[in-house]
């Protein structure tokens, strides 16, 4: 089983559209981040959730917009997308908020605006 | 600021040599440390971290870390290197105080082990 999964794994779409990636996790965690990998490889952080709850909001474009539907399952939806939004996009999630904890990533999605 | 330095971009190591991927960092109050692996193609794996206690920290695969306070640093060590180790490496260190705390990534440092 894996333990935290995304869909889809690769996305290709023109600049303009809209966009969903998405993302579960069966470990029992309460809390999902996403990061953004850019071409050198760069780790952002973008959001974290809580229990549902937004708890760290980075600076990103407000084209970006997660949701939680319940703490399992944490996707992302990207409006009119930009080339600068080509990266890989890894979900995260942990036990809880406290940074003692290790995170676990998921397989990533790589994103490509043409 | 609150900073973590990975001061090598890429490591080159022959294989069965002991391989050291450096960190240092700068943070106010009390370090949390981690490091992930990221093997091509992949999601970052856990490693191992350095909370509180012994200064040597064991973890996956055969790596080790020493949290050094005076020198602010928590390189990665292992003692003889595969070429499977062969994949990126981030450090990681929690900044910020209260509940504003979160992880401030390294840059990544590549390790190329050659056979």
């Known amino acids: 089983d894996t333990a935290v999964s995304q869909t889809p794994k690769y996305l290709v779409t023109q600049m303009g559209n809209d966009k969903s990636i998405k993302c579960e996790q069966n470990?029992?965690?309460?809390?999902m981040y996403w990061y953004k990998q850019d071409s050198k490889k760069f780790l952002k952080i973008m959001f974290s959730?809580?229990?549902?709850?937004?708890?760290i909001n980075e600076t990103v474009p407000n084209r970006f917009s997660p949701k939680s539907p319940d703490k399992a399952h944490l996707n992302l939806h990207i409006n009119s997308l930009e080339l600068g939004d080509s990266a890989v996009y890894f979900c995260?999630?942990?036990?809880?908020?406290?940074?003692?904890?290790?995170?676990?990533f998921g397989p990533g999605t790589r994103l490509t605006v043409t | 600021a609150q900073s973590v330095a990975q001061p090598e971009d890429q490591v080159n190591v022959a294989e069965g040599n002991p391989l050291t991927v450096k960190c240092t960092y700068s943070?106010?109050?009390?370090?949390?440390l981690f490091w992930y692996v990221q093997y091509p193609n992949r999601g970052l794996q856990f490693l191992l971290k350095?909370?509180?206690?012994d200064n040597l920290v064991k973890g996956s695969y055969g790596f080790e870390a020493e949290f050094n306070k005076s020198q602010t640093s928590f390189h990665l060590k292992k003692p003889s290197a595969l070429v499977s180790d062969s994949a990126l490496y981030f450090c990681?260190?929690?900044?910020?105080?209260?509940?504003?705390?979160?992880?401030?990534w390294g840059l990544g440092t590549s390790l190329a082990v050659n056979p």
């Open positions: 990681a260190v929690s900044g910020g105080a209260g509940n504003n705390r979160k992880l401030i």
């Open positions: 470990l029992g965690h309460d809390t």
């Open positions: 943070v106010s109050g009390n370090p949390y």
């Open positions: 959730y809580n229990n549902k709850e937004l708890i």
């Open positions: 995260a999630s942990s036990p809880d908020r406290g940074i003692t904890y290790e995170q676990y």
């Open positions: 350095y909370i509180t206690g």
